[in-house]
Nanobody, 130 residues
Framework: HVQLVESGGGSVQAGGSLTLSCTASGFAPITYLMGWFRQAPGKEREGIAIVDTDGVTTYYADNLGGRFTISRDNAKTTLDPQMNSLQSEDTALYYC????????????????????????WGPGTQVTVS
């Protein structure tokens, strides 16, 4: 049974930083890519970053301004984004997700648009920036 569990959300002041964590279980890391997504009230779910099954190849959404970095540990099956210089527009419910997509699909669709194509989702963790 594939399962993802997020943690690390909370409230932070504008300009601050936050690190989230996602722990996966029930599948071998090399068989699924993993990523983080977010959904603000009234908006569609958008992709933030994807890390491929090798644990190294990383794709970021274009609209982050270099403020987010993400690391994946295949040995621990974790995926942790470090979010810096947070702004009010970063307030959202943040989700960890996993799925199977090829490199060509990721590059053609763009990280921000991958939500409909990933099959496994965690329950989400709230991030509020004030």
């Amino acid at each position: 049974h594939v399962q993802l569990v997020e943690s690390g959300g909370g409230s932070v002041q504008a300009g601050g930083s936050l690190t989230l964590s996602c722990t996966a279980s029930g599948f071998a890391p090399i068989t699924y890519l993993m990523g983080w997504f977010r959904q603000a009230p009234g908006k569609e779910r958008e992709g933030i970053a994807i890390v491929d099954t090798d644990g190294v190849t990383t794709y970021y959404a274009d609209n982050l301004g270099g403020r987010f970095t993400i690391s994946r540990d295949n040995a621990k099956t974790t995926l942790d984004p470090q979010m810096n210089s947070l702004q009010s527009e970063d307030t959202a419910l943040y989700y960890c997700a996993a799925g199977r997509l090829g490199k060509s699909s990721i590059e053609r669709l763009g990280v921000q648009n991958l939500a409909p194509f990933l099959s496994v989702w965690g329950p989400g963790t709230q991030v509020t920036v004030s």
